[in-house]
């Protein structure tokens, strides 16, 4: 398995990381690409990952359902998103 596979596999067995936030537990994740569709090389781009449920992913309240700047209107930053995913990734391997 390639690197950044092994990274996407990661990601996602963290489960959602807004739903973890929320305070809903660890639900079930897809893996959400922070500029998807922006033309970044994919290998890099896989790097810039994080974990959301289907309903935060793609549905009603999700990043792509509502679009990113109310999401994060909603929520929190993308970032902050990114960032709580990276801390998660560092406290598992430990
Ligand atoms: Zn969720
Ligand atoms: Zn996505």
Known sequence: MSVSARHLDRVASLGCV????LGQGATPAQVHHL?????MGQ?????????LCPEHHTGQSGIHGMGRKAFE???LPEMDLLAM???LL???RS
Request: aromatic share 8%.
């Open 85 to 87: 995913t990276i801390e």
């Open 18 to 21: 807004l739903c973890r936030h």
């Open 43 to 51: 290998r890099a781009d896989d790097f810039l990952t994080i974990p």
């Open 73 to 75: 209107r909603a929520y």
């Open 90 to 92: 560092e406290k598992d």
């Open 35 to 39: 500029r998807e569709g922006q033309g």
